[in-house]
């Protein structure tokens, strides 16, 4: 039995870039005749390449309303019923500011202040500006959150409550950074090179080629586990041995080795991401 929601791509298809989103939701799985698993993102500011690790944006996380409006548009223990999909948010954003539909595709979460009886993580579908540094929203200028079609709270919402902007991990991939601890998930490789801004499949699971470091300590051994680079972000993967102990205990693990040969260069990996 197939995975719900899933698209069948051919090999041309998997390999195609979009200067457009061509209808398809950000993170739709897709799946080729060989059984690859792919998820569809866009990239961000900087052009790809083929074979090296990419992870979400490293912009802010999470943006937090402070909901005392000062302004009387909504005050606190007003409520947003939940028949409605569009909700007005006004109050200050303690982080950044947002330009609209940064956080397209992600999730509002109500209750960000650990202060309600009934969580909610609302999908996205758009939404105007945020304003940062403690500047009230006037009347005529709230943030209007659009969310997907069908998807309604599940209670009340109180502006009281607290809310949380979370960014859509497909959306603006980049370059995954160097860290021996990182600071940012892993989610795939691309196979082909990718302009930037251009929407395109993702690969996160199955033989995949991958671009090693050039200095790779340990040799290309048939099922040794892979990691990214916690050096450079441009040189590519590792293969863990003894020599990076502490990094292949940190870092996120990728996959192994399916093509055995010397260190350097590209090789196939069984990447294990996203099933």
């Known amino acids: 039995m197939g995975i719900a929601n899933s698209v069948q791509l051919t090999y ?3 390999m195609k870039t979009r200067s457009t989103q061509g209808g398809i939701p950000l993170g739709t799985r897709g799946v080729t005749p060989d059984g690859r698993v792919f998820r569809y993102a866009k990239n961000g500011a900087t052009a790809l390449v083929a074979g090296l ?15 005392s409006d000062g302004s009387g548009s909504l005050v606190a223990g007003t409520t947003v019923r939940t028949s409605e999909n569009v909700i007005e948010l006004c109050g200050s954003f303690s982080t950044a500011g947002f330009l609209a539909n940064a956080y397209q595709g992600g999730w509002l979460l109500v209750g960000a202040t650990w202060d309600v009886a009934a969580p909610m993580a609302l999908k996205i579908k758009s939404h105007t500006a945020g304003t940062a540094g403690g500047t009230s929203f006037s009347d005529d200028a709230p943030t209007y959150v659009t969310l997907e079609d069908g998807v309604f709270p599940t209670a009340d919402i109180n502006t009281s409550m607290g809310f949380c902007f979370v960014p859509c991990p497909y959306n603006g991939v980049l370059v995954a950074p160097a860290n021996a601890v990182p600071l940012l998930p892993h989610l795939g490789v691309p196979i082909t090179a990718v302009p930037v801004s251009y929407y ?11 671009r090693m470091a050039e200095v790779c300590t340990s040799g290309l051994t048939l099922g040794r586990n892979v990691i990214w680079s916690f050096t450079a972000a441009t040189t590519g993967c590792y293969v863990c041995g003894s020599s990076n102990l502490t990094n292949a205990q940190n870092e996120q693990p990728l996959g192994t080795v399916l093509s055995p040969g010397a260190a350097g260069g590209y090789t196939v990996v069984d990447l294990r991401l996203m099933p």
Do not use: D, H, N, R
């Open 53 to 67: 690790v990419v992870s979400p944006p490293a912009y802010g996380l999470q943006a937090v309303l402070q909901t």
């Open 200 to 210: 395109f499949w993702l690969q996160t699971w199955g033989p995949c080629m991958v």
């Open 12 to 14: 041309q298809e998997a």
